[in-house]
């Protein structure tokens, strides 16, 4: 029988009520044919609540017991998604991170999926039962319990779908699709019916919030068609899945900001191979992630370094830099939060060019200064003062047609 | 270095500041040159709040899927345990039951603990740190998560300080001590300094809701002393330990009271050997406990067999009687929800007769009607009319000396 991965998020899960209501979704995917696996996240609010009173003890206290405090919220989640399962009349077993067999690395608070061994799923959906499983956490292989980053539900639905080789993962959410610019801003930005991978991919990392990026990668990896919709609602979603032809007759599908992330800049370091390196390796040892890098020639044969990491990893960030200046004698070490990353995105670009000259002549016409600039085959970023995020994004949804007639 | 436990119930946890009072509390025996272990209870409300949350999709759900709930609570607490310690400086790590090798038996929501692999705690404590365990629950040999009944986190406690050979068990609660009677009945009811582990067992087993019976098993077992105190004022608290010289010199050390029972009979079963096994085999199979059993001979070669269950087991306990009783072609079987044990227990009993004439004597003077008699070494149990409950307790506990002068 054909598997599909439902995932519920937060909102989703908020009382019993609407739990009860996924339950009956539920209900009409096996009525058709198919086994369902379900992944959830914590009840809407639980895992602020928790985080709330680890920061009144210490805020920046062991990343070990903050990953042992908040997946507590994701175990009370499949426990109600399994009895109300049991509630309609629908075999169903509840599973720990530990219990389904998703490993891990150590990396605390950010851990990273390393497998998972699908035999107790399996076993369930053999029994004709619903495995519900505890989404944004794992343990790694002593059998420390780990969590994988805000949002990491959308990973362990998208890994299961691999694990499993579900037809399909349907990621049941607040919102009722992707959009092309974050309704918030743009109000009328049009609702995407389909998306690529790739597309998706770079929307998650330039700030779109709808999916965690990993979970694109599992999804892209496996070939796993992924559906964001709302269960709130009875409506289509956007389906995310291989590029299909039509795809590229858009330049832009959508456009991102991202506030999240701070701006480093190492000054006067060796013009010389290996330096970049050394500062990347000693972030990465840390299990830092950075996203944009641009290195520039200075004077007298020096060279600087911006790069831009997520806020939450600024204070680890900065120490390992420190130390790596002072290695390095660089000159100097500016850290800038007042920064956001705006994005367009689109697999028109392989084809078409232009994208780039448009774009920047869009916001200089706003009087935006651009401060970094990123490029993939299907992705412009630039980085700009926080204060002209919205402004941004407005003005290049406008400007590449992101928006519905009406 | 000797080894001490301590148990922090849910008052104690209830909140930041008062979890941050325990750290320091644990510090000062470290001070003391103890190596320290703690276990933990859930936040005061939390398992309440959960288990609402599961009786609203289906109060007589899945125990699996209950106990997978329930055990999220402690596990919160664990958490923000460790995180008070290192806050004050004292290294610590957090510990599941998974985690801390409590191997229970499957029955869910009320295991018992089979074994404790000490290996990980040992561990941490040689390193210097403290491990602090989640009470309640423990984990199967097929990793389900299970949990040991309300206030169970006392046996955790108990069964750790056994498995480390710690030199004391405390039990950090909210009353000061172990009482001769309930204070809420006996407002002037004694204090104890000291009690023996059976007058405690048979406390426990009547009604005294200080600790949970199983964690006076285990101290009793492995002979650590147990020491009921408050987490909310620097005061003695009551110890638990061997029976020692002067305590037989009172010939009543406490009276109890105990409405969780409900009383079973069966009429006119066969009267020949075997036949009272089969009733309870039966409920053993299931891991229901019987607690006072009275078999009384009736007319015509028949007897009369009257049990008592805690109240919460009385669904299952009906269904598996009724099928004895079919089995048996008993007459019939009535069940009794309205009644309560009265209990007195001393060591005193030991050397000195006439304490059940007294205690009977006590009760007909008030017009009390007495259901069931059991008797063991040190303790005297009846079942009576709940309504007469707390009379009796009065009445005994006045005429056994139970209350201080003034």
Known sequence: MPILVHKYGGTSMANIERILSNAHRIAKDIEKGYQVAVAVSAMSGETNRLLALADEIDPYGSGRERDMLASAGEQVSIALMAMALHKIGIGSVSFTANQAGIKTDPFHTRAKILSIDDTRLRKVLDEGKVPVIAGFQGVTEAMEVTTMGRGASDTTAAAVAAALGAERCDIYTDVDGVYAADPRIVPRAKKLDRISYDEMLEMAGAGSKVLQTRSVVFAKKYNVPLQVLTSF????????????EGMEEVLVTGVCSDKTEARLTLYGIPDH??????????????????????????????????????????????????????????????VDEKVSKISVVGVGMKSSGGVAARMFRCLAAKGINIYMISTSEIKISVVIDEDYTELAVRTLAKEFELETEE
């Open 233 to 244: 609602e009875d409506l289509p979603g956007t389906m995310i899945s291989e590029e299909v």
């Open 273 to 334: 191979p290996g330096i970049a390196a050394q500062v990347f390796e000693a972030l990465n040892d840390e299990g830092i992630s950075v996203d944009m890098i641009v290195q520039s020639v200075g004077q007298d044969g020096q060279a600087n370094i911006s790069y831009t990491v997520n806020k939450s990893d600024l204070g680890d960030a900065r120490k390992v830099t420190e130390k790596v200046k002072q290695g390095l004698s660089a000159r100097d070490l500016s």
